[in-house]
């Protein structure tokens, strides 16, 4: 495209443009985030501020119809649940979480149930098509329904799914995603958010719900999906221990249900399993009548889950005793010491 990109400043956390480097982001106030990255004002600009759906005419909202919102099922309660009652019709949806979490497997996972009602074009730009059949045989996942498509040219893409005419689209990952007429690379911020926002479009306009995965990076040599947060419908992280098999899934952003739930899975050889039970899964080999340890409920969403907290003192030789929570909010403990101190009669301020 015609237009010269000049060189601008970008916070690769909020997405703050400047012309100017700074150490500190004027806008959300993180070291070490402004990167150089090139503006292309004729592309971007005029392809966001067309509408999302086409063009489009004034609409009296009563004449909206809403009849055929529908919500496709994963198959998988818990996910569904954490995106409100299913995916729906028309949305696009970020998947982020750290490497190796179990991003991929839970979407090639779903495709076997989804697969039985529906038509999926699952692209990928991180694995060739013999990996991602490794992996569907090792989750059981041979729905003829399924079409694999390695590619990573947005364009391309999009003509793809408007020829075909899947009913669900998977995206993995973002970062690999590549839009030609930028000149910048793909995983910058530029190409994120463009090709995210065609992504947007493509939902929009054709009514297919797109689920697309994004890597987290700490160091910010990848965008991060914090720009793409305010583009997308819904954000779910997927997070958990990598040592421990456990995995949770929250959704941090959610145009189509609470941001309160979450879904707790179990990483194995044959995929993700739901924990119905989650309490039980967390407190299973607590050891018995050991102190310093209590089990109390606490609320996430709409269903209580029971959780340990444990607790250890130890006589401080310095005056001002060190303290230090893992998992618990330091503030609230340091409220619970002084209630504990002050109403208990336990002197706790040398320990
Ligand atoms: N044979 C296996 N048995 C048990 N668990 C496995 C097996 N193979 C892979 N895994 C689990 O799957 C995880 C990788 O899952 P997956 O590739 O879906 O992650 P991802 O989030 O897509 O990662 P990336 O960011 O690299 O794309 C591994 O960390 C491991 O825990
Ligand atoms: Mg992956
Ligand atoms: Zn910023």
Known sequence: MAGKSKVVYQCVECGYESPKWAGKCPECGAWNSMTETMAEPTTSRSASVRSVGGLSRPVPINEISTEDEHRYHTGLSELDRVLGGGIVKGSLVLISGDPGIGKSTMLLQI?????????ILYVSGEESARQIKLRATRL??????????????VQYI???IRSEKPDLVMIDSIQTMNHTELSSSPGSITQ???CTNTMMRCAKSLDIPIIIVGHVNKDGAIAGPKVLEHIVDAVLYFEGDRQMTYRILRAVKNRYGSTNEIGVFDMGEEGLRQVENPSQAMLSGRPKDASGTCVTAVMEGSRPILAEIQGLATTSGFGTPRRMATGFDYNLMA????VVDIRGGY????L
Do not use: K, W
């Open 111 to 119: 495709c076997e149930y989804l697969g039985q009602s529906l038509r």
């Open 192 to 194: 994120v958010r463009e």
């Open 347 to 350: 002197i706790f301020s040398n």
């Open 335 to 338: 409220l619970i010491f002084a």
């Open 140 to 153: 059981g996942v041979h729905n003829p329904n399924l079409m694999i498509l390695t590619q990573t040219d």
């Open 158 to 160: 999009t003509e793809e």
